[in-house]
């Protein structure tokens, strides 16, 4: 009998797309709304990605002197599965036997080189791979027009990122055989900024002359904790 490895580990990936696009409004109104959603299963035959993301923006007129608008952005993914094998497949040559008479996994189905199978992290729970992240952009604007010369654009602009990753290869696993390892990290950031232009423009005769105050306010919180551990009891 032969064997085809690549077979084993691999698959053809494949890429669903959903997308929704919303558009309306009026002369002093418009509203834009996309919003998508994918499933990437990806060439590893335990990979698989969901993202989701929502785009939105509304502009509106109050008046002759003021107007306002305001842009969301949000996407979400989780990626869960994902391994890397490079050179540990090339130990599964096409004599090699991957699973024994009873279908289980050869835990070193190639004894010439001695190495693992890589079909051990297909086990059940022997391999979790989770990386989960989130991604929020909100920018707020204000047009103010004082006079014919003296008007003020402010932008408000706030970026959050949430990523979290967890890990855990059983003792049992192609990624840690011999002993369970296991660890978790997260990150939160924070991106405040506030920008705010007072502009005088005025015309005299062929020349205008034009003069712009400017302020910018920003603020940065971040936060993370890395832990891990191994040879636990589960």
């Known amino acids: ?22 558009n309306g409004g009026n002369e002093r109104t418009k509203v834009k709304i996309n919003l998508g959603y994918d499933i990437d299963k990806g060439y590893v035959k335990t990979n698989e990605t969901k993202s989701l993301y929502v785009a939105s923006s509304i502009d509106h007129r109050v008046n002759s002197w003021l107007s306002v608008g305001a842009v969301v952005r949000y996407k979400n993914r989780n990626n869960s599965g994902f391994a890397t094998y490079g050179q540990g497949l090339f130990y599964g040559t096409p004599v090699t036997r991957p699973y024994d008479e009873n279908g289980n996994v050869i835990e070193i189905p190639n004894t010439n080189e001695g190495a693992y199978n890589i079909l051990l992290n297909y086990q059940d729970g022997q391999y979790v791979n989770d990386n989960k992240s989130s991604r929020t952009n909100l920018l707020g604007y204000l047009d103010l027009k004082f006079t014919k010369d003296i008007s003020m654009h402010t932008n408000v602009g706030v970026n959050i990122t949430n990523t979290r990753t967890g890990y855990f290869y059983g003792a049992h696993s192609y990624s840690s055989y011999g002993k369970n390892r296991s660890g978790r990290s997260s990150s939160y950031d924070y991106h405040l900024t506030v920008n705010n232009t007072l502009t005088w423009s005025h015309r005299f005769g062929e020349h205008n002359v034009t003069a712009d105050f400017v302020q910018e306010i920003q603020k940065y919180e971040t936060d993370g904790l890395n832990a891990n551990g191994e040879n636990q009891d589960v």
Do not use: A, F, P
């Not at 009998?1 to 919303?22: A, C, F, K, M, Q």
């Open 1 to 22: 009998n032969y064997y085809d490895w690549y077979d084993l580990v691999y698959r053809d990936g494949s890429i669903i797309s959903n997308t929704l696009s919303i």
